[in-house]
């Protein structure tokens, strides 16, 4: 069997914005000393968030391509269910317990770290600059000017974007101990969805950069 991860997920119930989206990972370390000569075959998949619907989501899509990558998988949200409330979660030791009594080997983890927004004007137009006789724009007032000037007085808008900085960390389910710890950030998402399929993708790409997956 291949070494594999496990995800624990406190995700966010991601916005609509009109600026184009983008997932990249920022850093990940490896746990070479414990990772070695062991085998993993069955995941615990937790995405610890308040909106139900976007933990059914992205638990949903981790399991998945872990099952796609030759890993059993369980979800939380189906272990389990009805444990997690405002004011009252399952401890720690609760879901050990149910992680050792569905004999899953490793637990995968991922979690908001830090979100960001940025307010920015963009122009209304664009325009190109270089200097005479480059363009035969310059020839004169007529041309320069229509040129220019729907560029010039063209209004801008502001807009907004949105920075989101997740980290992805596997654990031995029986030594508690880390395996893997992954950082990234998404840009933009377009929803919940897009943004959970990608992400999906992403880990699978760095695990393989790290060697995790065959």
């Known amino acids: ?13 991601l916005v609509f914005i009109s600026c184009s ?9 490896v746990n070479k000393e414990e990772l070695k000569e ?19 989501i992205v638990e949903f899509d981790l399991a998945s391509t872990l099952m796609e990558q030759g890993y059993e998988s369980v979800k939380s949200i189906d272990a389990l269910a009805g ?6 979660n399952p401890t720690k030791d609760d879901i050990l317990a149910k992680v050792r009594e569905l004999k899953c080997d490793i637990i995968f983890t991922v979690s908001l ?7 920015r004007y963009v122009n209304g137009s664009s325009t190109y600059y270089a200097p005479y006789p480059t363009y035969g724009y310059y020839g004169g007032f007529g041309n320069y000017y229509g040129y220019q000037a729907p560029a010039v007085y063209s209004p801008g808008y502001y807009t907004t974007d949105k920075s989101y900085y997740l980290e992805g960390n596997l654990f031995d389910a029986a030594t508690e101990k880390i395996l893997w710890s992954v950082q990234s950030v998404t840009y933009n998402p377009d929803g919940i969805k897009q943004f959970s399929a990608t992400y999906c993708k992403l880990l699978v790409s760095q695990a393989q950069d790290d060697e995790l997956l065959k």
Do not use: C, G, H
């Open 1 to 13: 069997m291949k070494n594999l991860k496990f995800f624990y997920v406190p995700v966010l119930v």
């Open 21 to 29: 989206s983008s997932q990249k990972v920022i850093s990940s370390w």
């Open 38 to 56: 062991k085998k993993y075959s069955k995941v615990f998949v937790m995405a610890l968030t308040q909106n139900q619907s976007s933990r059914t």
């Open 83 to 88: 444990t997690f409330r405002e004011n009252s």
């Open 113 to 119: 770290l830090d979100s960001k927004t940025e307010t």
